[in-house]
């Protein structure tokens, strides 16, 4: 098992500081914001993916994952949905062919820097893009991703999330089959799976060999907030549980983007918990006093 933690929690920072940051709190790896203020896909130039590449080499980490769910940085003036629009289902076609424009240069940025998953989202299904609709658009939007994700050998990760129109595991596993790529999986979000009432050791057998990624938070009970870990009601030994019984072995990536007043002390708080549940050796700030 190996620890990360996303720099959605250090949209406050610039990523070099995001990545140091985390690098100090004790985790091996990090999971790269494919959006405003950090990696923005319209604004990466080969001067960030040089600094980046220079920092991680520097801190040693390796990067778990590109999170590409959001793109903030998209909108001049934000609409009613900004979180996961444009989307790959949306119902605006030139929103649908900016969405595959961006998630294409994900996966080439991933590739230059080394990062083994990208992660994206299904969409929503808004006012002219019923379930049946989003369906058909969904197959057709992706294809195009999955060609390049293959000759690139990059992983891509659907997330499931709470209202998404692929919200549910059991979802994200049809579609796994129906696409028949070798290269999509999940960046399986814990935590989601618990508020839409799945239970931990289904879903994490159900998807056992796909998991690119792995979202981890605690919980407020099942409201979907992400805390950090050990301060809410996740079972916890049920998921190290269910990820010792697949030999997962991928990375482990806490992300609490509700935590930008102090990432770092959240970053802290994360590894000093985790290393105790999965059996991490001590952070770099211990080892050196």
Known sequence: MLLAFSTNAFTRFSLDAAVRSIAWAGFAGVEILADVPHAYPDQIDDALIRGLCGTLDETGLRVSNVNANCSFGYWRHAPPEPYFEPSLISPVEQYRADRVRMILKTLEFARKIGAPAISITSGRCLGGMPPARAAR?????????????????????????????????????????????????????????????????????????????????????????????????????????????????????????????????????????????????????????
């Open 137 to 289: 658009q969904f197959a057709e939007s992706i294809k195009p991703v999955l060609d390049v994700a293959e000759r690139l050998e990059v992983n891509v990760g659907i997330e499931c999330e709470p209202g998404l129109f692929i919200e549910y595991v059991t979802e994200l596993s049809e579609w796994i089959d129906r696409l028949g790529s070798a290269r999509l999986g999940a960046n399986l979000d814990i935590g989601h799976s618990v508020v839409m009432g799945e239970r931990i050791s289904d879903v994490v057998q159900s998807l056992a060999g796909r998991i690119w990624n792995l979202h981890v938070e605690d919980l407020p009970g099942r409201k979907h907030y992400h805390t950090i870990p050990g301060e809410g009601m996740l079972d916890w030994e049920a998921l190290a549980a269910a990820l010792d019984a697949i030999g997962f072995d991928q990375f482990a990536t806490v992300e609490l983007y509700t935590e930008t007043a102090d990432p770092d002390a959240a970053a802290r708080k994360s590894f000093d918990f985790l290393r105790g549940i999965f059996k991490i050796d001590k952070p770099l700030r211990e080892s050196n006093g």
